[in-house]
């Protein structure tokens, strides 16, 4: 009797250790919502520290400094005239997903549904929409994008939590886990302001972690790659950190501005 | 039955990790994709983006001048323990057990500028304020799901960041998280002083998992004179306040307002954008560093059509210097093209 529960018990940490949330009272899994392991929804706002002189503003043209471009891609780089972009109506070509998280931003993070998390950006007035996949989550994010066909800044993401080891649940501690989002299906945009270009073909992987500190702060850390078969010589990886803040007071729209 | 389950339950509990969640050990490559000029070949003098200083902070800082460190007494000098978020060095982490097989202590691996850092697990209370203070400090670490959190005191007065003087003192203390995904393992720092910070400076890194464990290796600080004319002259080089020719840098090459380059905490935020539109146009071009990770003009395997512009470093390269030296390998004398 005993083993037996040891055995049911103990598959259904296992399980949970693999990301896949116990069942739901009426049978199906239960939503990505109901089964986070940390609260990722409220303000955020991105800590410059860090590449300061490419992300808070314009670099010159040709700055293409720490970014793996292939040659190809320094040669577009160089060939970068925002006054083009402007006449061609792309100026959110540096606030597609890859180019947007960089920015100087706040993010706005809701749950639409019970499985999808709307990541909004003041810088730009940008959507992201992960849509979580597998248990908890509703269709293939891929699918959704393969169904509609059309490209965009901020493309197709899909998420799923990955629980910390023992189901995310330490010794009597609290669940733990982080977010893996896939973004493909973007149009061809900018990782930096000054044109360093990403292609169409390029996918962008994030992994969020949540830390808490002990005087209440608490941060965001988006580590990500940027897989660029065309631009980039190996993938980019960068990254970045959000703290989180107590309401919306310093939200402060702008619209995409292909300069500054 | 009811003592089944409880043996049950108590199978299941030692069933559940409780030791290290994720194994850290191995080798990692510093991923130099974010403040690339900083990490590789060091930063510039006046530079103090993305800082949070003082006003103590930012006037300790444009007394450096990069002849300091040059001075025999200095070159050897430890560095922060958390300076490998600016250093373009690898890492070794491996952990020690104790005598019942737990993991008692995570230790990264130092470098010629840098101690060996441990981080006790075995939950050792935090010394007085009042001991020693070390080169690597005083570590204690817990699990926080796959997150390695540590907490750092006990520190030396240092100099952080690379190459341009922004100190950090001996009160400073760092909250640290490492987590692994997949093969990258991102590093983040949260520092804090009293003294030379006005908020906690964050900062993130990449590094990636080296299956060829090719990186670390503690080597050993050899000084020289490096400056003849410093030798045994007791000179201490700095700048005087108000004197340094390098503090406004940054303004002269990239056209930055002074201050934004000078470390004010309201700098690090978007909100501080629309003090630059009205100020800021970008350089004409680019002058330096430009040719990003393309073989330098002139090398092999360099791309033609290029109008790159490194601002002259690819001249620093062996194979340029041999090229436009004298034939055999030594380089061309200053100002030879």
Redesign the interface.
Known sequence: MALMLVAALGLNVLAQGRGAPPAGRAGGPPSARATAPFDPTGYWVAIISEDWRWRMVTPAKGDVVSIPLSAEGLRVAEAWDPAKDEAAGEQCRAYGAPGLMRGPIRLHITWQDDNTLKIESDYGQQTRLLRFTGAGGAGGAAEVGRASGAKTWQGVTSAQWVMAAGGGRGRGGARRGSIKSVTTQMRPGYLRKNGVPYSDRAVFTEYWDLHSETNGDQYLVDTNVVDDPVYLQTPWITSLHFKKEMDGSKWDPSTCDARF | ?KR??L???G???A????RA??ELSGSYVP???????ERGPGSDLG?F????LTDEGRAKALLYTSNLPSTIERQCLAQAPWVLQYRPLGLRIWSEVDKDDRVSAWKIEGDYLRDTLTIWMDGRPEPSPNALSTAAGFSTGK?????L?VHTTHVKTTWIRRGNGIPASDQTTY?V?L?R?DD?L?V?T?QEDPFYLSE???????F?FDARANQGGRSICNTANEIPRLEDSGIVPHYLPGQNPEADF?TRT?N?PKE?ALGYAE???????HK??SV?T??????R??????ERQGLPGA?P?????DGGLGELNPVVRSKQGDGEGKPAAPGKK
């Open positions: 039955m089944a389950v043996f049950a339950l199978l299941l509990a069933s559940v990790p409780a969640q994720i991923i130099l994709y974010e403040d690339y000029i530079d983006t993305g800082m949070p699990w926080e799901g796959d997150t959190t909250w998280h987590t995904h990258l991102t983040v949260i906690p400076h964050v900062v993130s890194r990449v990636k940054m990239y930055l934004a700098s690090l935020y978007p909100e501080y954008r630059l539109k800021y970008p350089p004409a071009s680019c002058g560093y430009c040719c990003g990770w393309i791309a059509g290029l109008s790159c512009n």
